[in-house]
T-cell receptor
Framework: DAKTTQPPSMDCAEGRAANLPCNHSTISGNEYVYWYRQIHSQGPQYIIHGLKNNETNEMASLIITEDRKSSTLILPHATLRDTAVYYCIASASAGNMLTFGGGTRLMVKP | GAVVSQHPSWVICKSGTSVKIECRSLDFQATTMFWYRQFPKQSLMLMATSNEGSKATYEQGVEKDKFLINHASLTLSTLTVTSAHPEDSSFYIC??????????????FGPGTRLTVT
């Protein structure tokens, strides 16, 4: 898996969009960008993934740069329950063993 | 969606005893399950990959004789921490890979087991 780099922490106001960046400059052509989050003392939860195109689901949007060297996870209207550690992972498949980096600790504040 | 359960959710044991943690895929079959360990304020670290019907593959630095993994069926993998010591206290998380690739997510995580060794 390609190495990913994320800021260790971010704050976001409740109701505002949370934009979480991730750098993956050495990502391979066959590697997807996966995002998981881990709420305190729980197992990781899948959020979204993408290869080249931007993706959106009910939880979030994923914007991947054209050169695929970075991406941004967008939570459009953050709530207090979105407070968690968010992990960006580059992998050829989510079925492979996943290498978790430090992640970004997002604190959503009222 | 696919659900992975772990049992127990938390356990306290005395130093020197063994404890078994179960990981079950509830509504899908999993030929492969992964075991992770997470210390406080740290990220998840892969311990081993468990394949149904064969020996587990351990990551470097993980003692296979201390962390016994059994994956006897397509829906159950167990991790046994033998002769537990306080330094084994951690959050143990399993994940399971869906046998039938449905696209992503293909790996589903359990809720974790908090082990405290006194």
């Amino acid at each position: 898996d390609a190495k990913t780099t994320q800021p260790p922490s971010m704050d976001c106001a409740e109701g505002r969009a949370a934009n979480l960046p991730c750098n993956h400059s050495t990502i391979s052509g066959n590697e997807y960008v996966y995002w998981y989050r881990q709420i305190h003392s729980q197992g990781p939860q899948y959020i979204i993934h993408g290869l080249k195109n931007n993706e959106t689901n009910e939880m979030a949007s994923l914007i991947i740069t054209e050169d695929r060297k970075s991406s941004t996870l967008i939570l459009p209207h953050a709530t207090l329950r979105d407070t968690a550690v968010y992990y960006c992972i580059a992998s050829a498949s989510a079925g492979n063993m996943l290498t978790f980096g430090g992640g970004t600790r997002l604190m959503v504040k009222p | 969606g696919a659900v992975v359960s772990q049992h127990p959710s938390w356990v306290i044991c005395k130093s020197g005893t063994s404890v078994k943690i179960e990981c079950r895929s509830l509504d899908f079959q999993a030929t492969t399950m992964f075991w992770y360990r997470q210390f406080p304020k740290q990220s998840l670290m892969l311990m081993a990959t468990s394949n149904e019907g064969s020996k587990a593959t351990y990551e470097q630095g993980v003692e296979k004789d201390k962390f016994l993994i059994n994956h006897a069926s397509l829906t159950l993998s167990t991790l046994t921490v033998t002769s537990a010591h306080p330094e084994d206290s951690s959050f143990y998380i399993c994940s399971a890979r869906d046998l039938v690739g449905k696209g992503s997510p293909e790996q589903y995580f359990g809720p974790g087991t908090r082990l405290t060794v006194t």
